[in-house]
Nanobody, 124 residues
Framework: QVQLVESGGGLVQAGGSLRLSCAAS????????MGWFRQAPGREREFVAG????????NTANSVKGRFTVSRDNAKNTVYLQMNSLKPEDTAVYLC?????????????????WGQGTQVTVSS
């Protein structure tokens, strides 16, 4: 079992930055591949970025590439999502997820554990 808790969301103006954190707990938490997803009201959950357990492999959605960066600190069992140049369309609940396979898949169904999410609101 892996427990995930997100933090760092909030209200920011367009063009601003936020850094989200996802703290993982559980016996093998730092051996899991982690993903960030987001879900806006009335829309499907979508992949944002993912990182494998070592940090050597990342995967980033085209919609945020060049603006968002995923990283992890296994000593702290924490994964981060640095979000720069935020746009109003980035407004959503951001969730982190974990899977045991090594590839940071963009598919929701491939993840076994989910956090509760943190709200990010970008004003224009």
């Amino acid at each position: 079992q892996v427990q995930l808790v997100e933090s760092g969301g909030g209200l920011v103006q367009a063009g601003g930055s936020l850094r989200l954190s996802c703290a993982a707990s559980g016996r093998t938490a730092n051996r899991h591949t982690m993903g960030w997803f987001r879900q806006a009201p009335g829309r499907e959950r979508e992949f944002v970025a993912g990182i494998n357990w070592s940090g050597g492999t990342t995967n980033t959605a085209n919609s945020v590439k060049g603006r968002f960066t995923v990283s992890r600190d296994n000593a702290k069992n924490t994964v981060y999502l640095q979000m720069n140049s935020l746009k109003p369309e980035d407004t959503a609940v951001y969730l982190c997820a974990a899977r045991t396979e090594t590839w940071p898949s963009p598919a929701v169904k491939d993840y076994d554990y989910w956090g509760q999410g943190t709200q990010v609101t970008v004003s224009s």
